[in-house]
Every structure is written in C-alpha cells, then in structure tokens.
C-alpha cells in the first residue's frame, strides 16, 4: 500500500508563478525524499530531508518537513515550462531499507 | 561516472512468458532495488539486494524473483507472466546501509508490455 499521499493530484500553473506540492505519510521516517519523473521515464531525485530537519533549499526548490504532522511541502519558484512533469514523494521507513512512494502530483506550466 | 544504466529498455511478452531484466548501479554502490510503476501510479517496491543476497521485499508474489552478482548488478525474473505486470520497472542504486541518507539513483527503466 501507498505510505505517502500527495496533494493536489494535478496542478495547472501559469510559467513564473510557484508551485507548491504536499505530501502526508502515516509512519516514522529516515528521511523523505523528491523525485521527479517525465513521461514515464526514470525518476530524477531533487532532493532529500532527513527526519531531524525542518527545511532545506536547492536552488529553485524548497521543501518543508513537520514530522509531527508527518507531512512535507515542495516549493518551486518561478516555475518554467520545463518543470512540466510529475512530481513524487518517497518516504524511508524507519528500519526499512527501502522507499514508499506516494502516487504523485502531475505539474503542468503554461507558457 | 555512468549512472544506473537497464537493459532492455522496451519488452514485449505473452502472458505465461518469463522476462529478464538487468540493471548495473551507479559506480561505488553496492545495493540495488527493484520498483514497479505501473502507469499513472507511484512506484512500488519489488526487493532490494546488498551483499548478493535479498534483504527487503515489498508485496509481490514468488513470481518475482532476483539475484545479484558479485560486481553488483542485478537481474529481475518474472515467471508466468500476466496481463497485470506490464508496467515500467525501475532499478534503483544506493550506498546501502553504510549511508544514512540512502540516496536512491534510478535508471531509465524497462517497459513491458504483456500481451
């Protein structure tokens, strides 16, 4: 079964704006990580939180971490049409080698 | 450095069939995991091998089994095939349990399409 749950399922943007993207789990964690994926290809990893953090920034991306809501955002700002894709994230459970995926956020930038 | 590098990347089989599929992981890294994605859904975990032997395994039958080779690459079996497993299979590499962060690296993926 899923862990992760994103929200919203699909967001549409204008290029520029931001894109904000959540993410709730249901157990302890390692960490938790972003990946990113286009066109049913192989997933890209952006960026990954360790459970003791609370933020951490790369580049054009921001994600938050709140384990006592177990719950994560990722922000990215001024979006570009490249950014078109989807948009995964992956928990690692504690005492699991192993990572869950939520079902993902499909992201589309208007140009 | 080349990432993780599959073969083959597109396979198309007949259902009672068995597959193979092969991945090499990222230089350095010693563990691999298998993913299934099916389309319009997360990627679910198969197994994960470290030291050539499994170590974790996700919800899927006996079907799916697998191995690893001393130089660390790994294969994927599927036996019986069924409609049910065509999908995008994803091979992830990693540091394993030396690494506290466990950054996973992911190939291209194999497509198969059952028919």
């Known amino acids: 079964s899923q862990q992760g749950e994103e929200d919203p399922q699909a967001l549409s943007i204008q290029e520029g704006e931001n894109a904000t993207m959540n993410c709730s789990y249901k157990t302890s964690i390692n960490n938790l990580q972003w990946y990113r994926q286009n066109s049913g290809r192989g997933l890209v990893h952006l960026i990954l939180i360790r459970s003791n953090e609370r933020e951490k920034h790369s580049g054009r991306l921001r994600v938050t971490l709140d384990t006592s809501k177990k719950s994560s955002s990722l922000l990215i700002t001024a979006s570009r049409a490249a950014d078109t894709a989807s948009y995964f994230c992956a928990t690692e459970i504690q005492g699991a080698q192993k990572l869950v995926f939520g079902q993902g956020t499909r992201l589309t930038i208007n140009p | 450095d080349a990432g993780v590098t599959q073969s083959p990347t597109h396979l198309i089989k007949t259902r009672g069939q068995q597959v193979t599929l092969r991945c090499s992981p990222k230089?350095?890294?010693?563990?691999v995991s298998w993913y299934q994605q099916a389309l319009g859904q997360g990627p679910q975990f198969i197994f994960q091998y470290y030291e050539e032997e499994e170590r974790q395994r996700g919800n899927f039958p006996d079907r799916f089994s697998g191995h690893q080779f001393p130089n660390y690459s790994s294969e994927l079996n599927v036996n019986a095939l069924l409609l049910g497993d065509s999908a995008l299979y994803l091979c992830a590499s990693s540091l394993g349990i030396r690494d506290y962060s466990n950054e996973q690296f992911f190939g291209p993926g194999t497509r198969l399409t059952v028919l």
């Open positions: 230089s350095g890294h010693d563990t």
